[in-house]
Protein backbone atom coordinates (compact mmCIF):
# COMPACT_ATOMS: atom_id res chain seq x y z
CA UNK A 1 0.00 0.00 0.00
CA UNK A 2 1.40 2.88 -1.09
CA UNK A 3 1.60 5.82 1.79
CA UNK A 4 3.04 9.44 2.20
CA UNK A 5 2.99 10.22 5.79
CA UNK A 6 4.20 14.02 7.30
CA UNK A 7 4.88 14.58 10.74
CA UNK A 8 6.63 17.62 12.31
CA UNK A 9 4.20 20.55 11.89
CA UNK A 10 3.20 21.93 15.29
CA UNK A 11 2.34 25.62 16.97
CA UNK A 12 5.57 28.24 16.72
CA UNK A 13 5.90 31.80 17.47
CA UNK A 14 6.79 33.83 14.37
CA UNK A 15 10.49 33.97 13.87
CA UNK A 16 10.73 30.11 14.91
CA UNK A 17 11.38 27.26 12.82
CA UNK A 18 10.17 24.03 12.11
CA UNK A 19 11.09 21.26 10.12
CA UNK A 20 8.70 18.83 8.37
CA UNK A 21 9.63 14.90 7.09
CA UNK A 22 7.72 12.72 4.82
CA UNK A 23 8.55 8.94 4.55
CA UNK A 24 7.49 6.90 1.32
CA UNK A 25 6.38 3.63 1.08
CA UNK A 26 4.76 0.67 -0.75
CA UNK A 27 5.66 2.61 -3.98
CA UNK A 28 6.04 0.25 -7.07
CA UNK A 29 6.69 2.60 -9.31
CA UNK A 30 9.77 4.94 -8.98
CA UNK A 31 8.87 8.14 -8.20
CA UNK A 32 9.96 11.50 -10.19
CA UNK A 33 9.54 14.31 -7.94
CA UNK A 34 8.16 15.15 -5.07
CA UNK A 35 7.15 18.07 -3.31
CA UNK A 36 5.69 20.51 -0.42
CA UNK A 37 2.39 21.98 -1.22
CA UNK A 38 0.34 23.97 1.95
CA UNK A 39 -2.96 25.38 2.06
CA UNK A 40 -4.48 28.01 4.11
CA UNK A 41 -8.88 28.11 4.77
CA UNK A 42 -10.15 29.93 1.82
CA UNK A 43 -7.20 29.74 -0.60
CA UNK A 44 -6.02 27.57 -3.16
CA UNK A 45 -3.16 24.77 -2.89
CA UNK A 46 0.15 26.46 -3.83
CA UNK A 47 3.00 24.51 -4.28
CA UNK A 48 5.96 25.23 -1.79
CA UNK A 49 9.07 23.67 -3.08
CA UNK A 50 10.08 20.32 -5.20
CA UNK A 51 12.69 18.24 -5.44
CA UNK A 52 13.52 15.51 -8.49
CA UNK A 53 14.36 12.21 -7.59
CA UNK A 54 17.53 12.34 -9.92
CA UNK A 55 19.92 14.37 -9.76
CA UNK A 56 18.18 16.12 -6.44
CA UNK A 57 17.14 19.40 -8.28
CA UNK A 58 15.21 22.24 -6.34
CA UNK A 59 12.81 24.31 -7.76
CA UNK A 60 10.57 27.14 -5.04
CA UNK A 61 8.09 29.51 -5.94
CA UNK A 62 9.73 33.27 -5.94
CA UNK A 63 7.42 33.69 -2.84
CA UNK A 64 8.74 30.97 -0.89
CA UNK A 65 12.72 31.69 -2.03
CA UNK A 66 15.45 32.46 0.81
CA UNK A 67 13.48 30.76 3.90
CA UNK A 68 12.29 27.58 2.80
CA UNK A 69 14.45 24.92 1.66
CA UNK A 70 13.82 21.34 0.68
CA UNK A 71 15.81 18.00 1.07
CA UNK A 72 15.99 14.60 0.99
CA UNK A 73 17.88 11.29 2.34
CA UNK A 74 17.66 8.71 -0.22
CA UNK A 75 18.44 5.74 1.88
CA UNK A 76 15.89 6.36 4.38
CA UNK A 77 12.81 7.03 1.72
CA UNK A 78 12.48 10.43 3.35
CA UNK A 79 12.43 14.21 1.81
CA UNK A 80 12.39 17.25 4.58
CA UNK A 81 11.26 20.83 4.08
CA UNK A 82 13.12 23.16 6.68
CA UNK A 83 11.47 26.41 7.74
CA UNK A 84 12.87 29.52 9.25
CA UNK A 85 11.78 32.89 10.05
CA UNK A 86 7.83 31.56 10.14
CA UNK A 87 5.19 33.81 9.48
CA UNK A 88 1.74 34.22 10.67
CA UNK A 89 0.78 34.02 7.07
CA UNK A 90 2.37 30.73 6.99
CA UNK A 91 -0.01 28.94 8.81
CA UNK A 92 -1.49 26.18 7.12
CA UNK A 93 -2.03 22.53 5.99
CA UNK A 94 1.23 21.28 4.55
CA UNK A 95 1.19 18.04 1.99
CA UNK A 96 3.92 15.92 0.68
CA UNK A 97 3.14 15.00 -2.56
CA UNK A 98 5.22 12.15 -4.95
CA UNK A 99 4.55 11.73 -8.46
CA UNK A 100 5.46 8.97 -10.59
CA UNK A 101 4.83 7.55 -14.09
CA UNK A 102 1.79 7.05 -13.71
CA UNK A 103 -0.01 9.17 -10.88
CA UNK A 104 0.18 11.51 -8.19
CA UNK A 105 0.39 10.54 -4.28
CA UNK A 106 -0.49 12.70 -1.37
CA UNK A 107 -0.26 12.84 2.55
CA UNK A 108 -2.81 13.46 5.41
CA UNK A 109 -1.28 16.63 5.81
CA UNK A 110 0.27 18.11 8.71
CA UNK A 111 -0.87 21.26 10.39
CA UNK A 112 1.92 24.26 10.81
CA UNK A 113 0.28 26.92 12.53
CA UNK A 114 2.42 30.30 13.30
CA UNK A 115 0.78 32.93 16.10
CA UNK A 116 2.17 34.62 19.14
Known amino acids: QVQLVESGGGLVQPGGSLRLSCAAS????????MSWYRQAPGKERELVAT????????NYPDSMKGRFTISRDKSKNKVYLQMNGLKPGDTAVYYC?????????WGQGTQVTVSS
Open 97 to 105: NARTERWNY
Open 51 to 58: ISSIGGIT
Open 26 to 33: GFTFSINA
